[in-house]
């Protein structure tokens, strides 16, 4: 039986794990993938196997820790009927029979089992002649083998098999049985490496690692994934470099006029701003002229809140004159409520991403980083997420808005993050008292791409949004809190 010619590349038909692999498996090759019991080994293999069934390509599961009603109640548990798509020999070896008849009973039985095992396993591989394997798993193998040796030489003579027979081979390992031990990582052609984080609240992170593939060029790093009804979603580490388009660098405008006075005309097209101040400021408001101003201009815009639920937000901005609803029933506004706790860093990239990609948005809100910073681990991946997420959103075109809150009110005032010489411009928003009464302050202190007003401007939150007032000249100390007032007569709002 001679084999077809099949395309250079394996597609594991997995969402972004492909990408990852640029392209898939090299064919006739032998693979491992490893990972501690959960991490969606068989997920992935079952995916393999229904991806080579698609194309017409013979596929075989060789099971030795799962029975073939497990794997079905598996595959059916993601909406997958696995029975007529590839066969599913159930191997067993001799030593884990019940039949008395059937079990060895010498000192040194291994030797025995290993063979009759590896065996049966040839002959499965002989009558189907598949294009696709996949060996679940090799902990009884080794546990067969008893010694590296004998497992080196018992892994190396599959290999040498299944690269005369043509096919591509996946191997799973649970790691249940001496982790250190790299015997396949030697052999195999490929590595994959799958891991399960468990915060100290919230849902379990998982991510995967290339660990080698050789002769072929791959995304590096971890990339998250998560498994959901349908099999598992890998979501690649974005690389800005990698996104390069071309658009016309102009000024947008807030609709706000002494807005757009301190900022010097407006913000630029294809640029990043931050909004620092402490709670109760206005910092989503100002997001919130932004994005209206460009849903005027016919752009699209996304908000993503981690920090506010959607319907005060709604009744929120509608008492403030901003109409977030029909903006939405439009088709030109996009919000999506964030939890921290339930989302990876990558899955949330990815969903930031698909949308400038899929719906064309061009303005971006992320309020709040505060919010974003629960869903890292640590400080410095943070910096590193943003900087590639503001890199490649500046490179579409899209004009991005973020909103950071700063501990306490009044006086010194300390951010949770410094982000500020990432961003492109920084909006500063202060509390200060004057004459008996908390005041609200608004100041420019960054802008990369143009001149801007170096004043300092007081600004009144109604029930017409955020309106701002003409510089503070005759006050000294705003951004401390507690100015003192040099002038003749008041030029505050409202008096």
């Not at 991490?39 to 596929?59: M, P, S």
């Not at 029975?83 to 008849?101: A, C, G, I």
């Not at 049966?120 to 002989?126: G, I, P, S, T």
């Not at 349908?230 to 690389?239: A, E, K, W």
């Amino acid at each position: 039986m001679s084999r077809r010619v099949l395309s250079d590349k394996a597609k594991l038909g997995v969402q972004g794990l492909d990408d990852v692999l640029v392209g898939g498996l090299a064919r006739s090759h032998l693979y491992l993938i490893e990972g501690s019991p959960g991490t969606g080994k068989t997920t992935i293999a079952l995916q393999f196997l229904l991806e080579g069934a698609e194309r017409g390509e013979t596929c075989l599961y060789v099971t030795l820790s799962e029975t073939e009603q497990e794997l079905r109640l598996s595959a059916k548990s993601h909406g997958w009927d696995i029975s007529t798509k590839f066969e599913v020999f159930e191997l067993v070896p001799p030593e884990l029979l019940l039949d008395s008849e059937q079990q060895q009973t010498l000192l040194y039985s291994s030797d025995l089992e290993l063979g009759e095992t590896t065996q049966a396993l040839f002959k499965a591989v002989e009558r189907l002649k598949p294009d696709r394997v996949v060996i679940d798993s090799l902990s009884e193998i080794r546990l067969l083998a008893q010694s590296s040796l004998r497992y080196r030489r018992q892994i190396l003579a599959l290999k040498h098999y299944f690269a005369h027979d043509g096919a591509t081979v996946l191997m799973l390992d649970d790691l249940t049985t001496e982790a250190l031990d790299k015997t396949v990582h030697s052999v195999a052609h490929g590595v994959l490496r799958l891991e399960e984080l468990a915060p100290t609240y919230g849902k379990e992170r998982r991510r995967l690692r290339v660990i080698k593939y050789r002769g072929q060029s791959y995304r590096g790093g971890y990339h998250d994934f998560a498994i959901d009804r349908g099999g598992l979603r890998v979501f690649p580490r974005l690389v800005a470099s990698e996104h390069r388009t071309s658009f016309q660098r102009i000024t947008v405008s807030s609709n706000i006029s002494q807005l757009d006075d301190l900022l010097g005309g407006g913000v630029e097209r294809g640029s990043s701003v931050l909004i620092l101040g402490p709670a109760g400021t206005g910092k989503s408001l100002l997001t919130l002229h932004f994005a209206r101003a460009a849903v005027e201009r016919g752009e699209k815009v996304a908000l993503f809140i981690f920090d506010e639920e959607l319907g005060l937000l709604f009744n929120r901005a509608n008492s403030m004159s901003i109409d977030l609803e029909s903006m939405r029933e439009s088709g030109n506004l996009i919000i999506e409520q964030v939890d921290a706790a339930e989302l990876s860093p990558g899955e949330f990239a990815h969903r930031v991403r698909d949308r400038v990609d899929s719906a064309n948005v061009k303005t971006v809100v992320i309020d709040s980083l505060n919010g974003y910073q629960s869903a890292m681990p640590e400080e410095h991946e943070l910096l590193l997420h943003v900087h590639e997420l503001l890199q490649y959103l500046n490179r579409q075109g899209a004009t991005t808005f973020l909103t950071v809150a700063q501990h306490g009110l009044v006086g010194d005032m300390r951010s949770p993050v410094d982000i500020t010489y990432l961003a492109d411009s920084v909006l500063l928003l202060r509390y200060f008292e004057a004459f008996g009464r908390v005041r609200r302050a608004i100041s420019v202190i960054k802008k990369r791409a143009s001149p801007h007003e170096d004043t300092i401007r007081e600004y009144q939150i109604g029930d017409k949004g955020v309106v701002i007032g003409e510089p503070l000249q005759e006050f000294q100390g705003v951004l401390r809190g507690v100015p003192t007032y040099s002038g003749g007569g008041t030029s505050l709002l409202g008096g």
